[in-house]
């Protein structure tokens, strides 16, 4: 059993298209979070949301939108598609205990902007 | 604010050596310290953590870390490396102080074990 899984796992698009990229963990979490690695490997937070509220929102274009319908649930919708956001898309989740419980990741959505 | 460095971008080490991977951390407050590992195509998984207590944390497959408040440091050992230990490994770090939920991670050390 999956414990967060996301889907697509690869995603090809034109620029200027718009993609959403989903989320769902099973594992019971309050708090779930998107990160983008890129070529690099670097790793960044992008969002995160306890309770279905946003907890976290760093400096990314608002061409990105999170939404969460539901504690399980985390979908990243992305406008406009530009080549710079061709990465690697991680959804994650914690426990309820914050600060202190590690955080579980999904496989990653390659994202690539043509 | 809270920073990680990873000062090594890769470390190979011969099979059935023990290996080091460096991390150390900046924050205002006390840290949460933790260790991920990505395989090539793969989400992290996680390794092992520091919350308190016991300076020396052991954690999956046989990997560990020790705390080192004066040094800033939370170093990943392991006695005896594997070929299955290449991988990239990440350190991270979250304050404990209120109102921090962002978990800070080093850029990553690419481990190279060499049969």
């Known amino acids: 059993d999956t414990a967060v899984s996301q889907t697509p796992k690869y995603l090809v698009t034109q620029m200027g298209n718009d993609k959403s990229i989903k989320c769902e963990q099973n594992l019971g979490h309050d708090t779930m979070y998107w990160y983008k690695q890129d070529s690099k490997k670097f790793l960044k937070i992008m969002f995160s949301y306890n309770n279905k509220e946003l907890i976290i929102n760093e400096t990314v274009p608002n061409r990105f939108s999170p939404k969460s319908p539901d504690k399980a649930h985390l979908n990243l919708h992305i406008n406009s598609l530009e080549l710079g956001d061709s990465a690697v898309y991680f959804c994650?989740?914690?426990?309820?205990?914050?600060?202190?419980?590690?955080?579980?990741f999904g496989p990653g959505t390659r994202l690539t902007v043509l | 604010a809270q920073s990680v460095a990873q000062p090594e971008d890769q470390v190979n080490v011969a099979e059935g050596n023990p290996l080091t991977v460096k991390c150390t951390y900046s924050v205002s407050g006390n840290p949460y310290l933790f260790w991920y590992v990505q395989y090539p195509n793969r989400g992290l998984q996680f390794l092992l953590k520091?919350?308190?207590?016991?300076?020396l944390v052991k954690g999956s497959y046989g990997f560990e870390a020790e705390f080192n408040k004066s040094q800033t440091s939370f170093h990943l050992k392991k006695p005896s490396a594997l070929v299955s230990d290449s991988a990239l490994y990440f350190c991270?770090?979250?304050?404990?102080?209120?109102?921090?939920?962002?978990?800070?991670f080093g850029k990553g050390t690419k481990l190279s074990v060499i049969p």
């Open positions: 520091y919350i308190t207590g016991d300076n």
């Open positions: 991270a770090v979250r304050d404990t102080g209120a109102g921090s939920y962002q978990l800070t």
């Open positions: 994650a989740s914690s426990g309820t205990s914050g600060r202190a419980n590690e955080q579980f």
